[in-house]
């Protein structure tokens, strides 16, 4: 199983940024795919998920109703699509995915066991 995250970058509070987990080496509808960032000195946490059969999302309370989690089971891809950005933001993203953590509103992101991780990328966003 390979991922890679990648959209990445350098934007300023209240810009917009796209990222994509395009992934290979396993049956993409059979697995959930969870967002992670981590900031520096600060431990990881989960920010989104979106289950295989897209009807289960989770957001951390501080992304709702700015970011949306999408995935194309024919592209074999997830999206993390950021709209007003806030330099609390900042981190490295990592996508990870796994078939059998609960992905529904309501469960709790550190309860997550998942398997397989991509190389993350960077996310900076100034004020």
């Known amino acids: 199983v390979q991922l890679q995250a990648s959209g990445g970058g350098l934007v300023q509070a209240g810009d917009s940024l796209r990222l994509s987990c395009a992934a290979s080496g396993l049956t993409f509808s059979r697995y959930h795919i969870a967002w992670f960032r981590q900031a520096s000195g600060k431990d990881r946490e989960a920010v989104a998920c979106?289950?295989?059969?897209?009807?289960?999302?989770y957001y951390l309370d501080s992304v709702k109703d700015r970011f949306s989690v999408s995935r194309d089971n024919v592209k074999n891809t997830a999206y993390l699509q950021m709209n007003n950005l806030k330099p609390e933001d900042t981190g490295i993203y990592h996508c990870?995915?796994?078939?059998?953590?609960?992905?529904?509103?309501?469960?709790?992101?550190?309860?997550?066991?998942?398997?397989?991780w991509g190389q993350g990328t960077q996310v900076t966003v100034s004020s």
């Open positions: 979106i289950n295989n059969r897209k009807d289960g999302t």
């Open positions: 990870a995915t796994d078939t059998s953590f609960l992905c529904f509103e309501g469960t709790p992101g550190s309860s997550w066991i998942v398997g397989y």
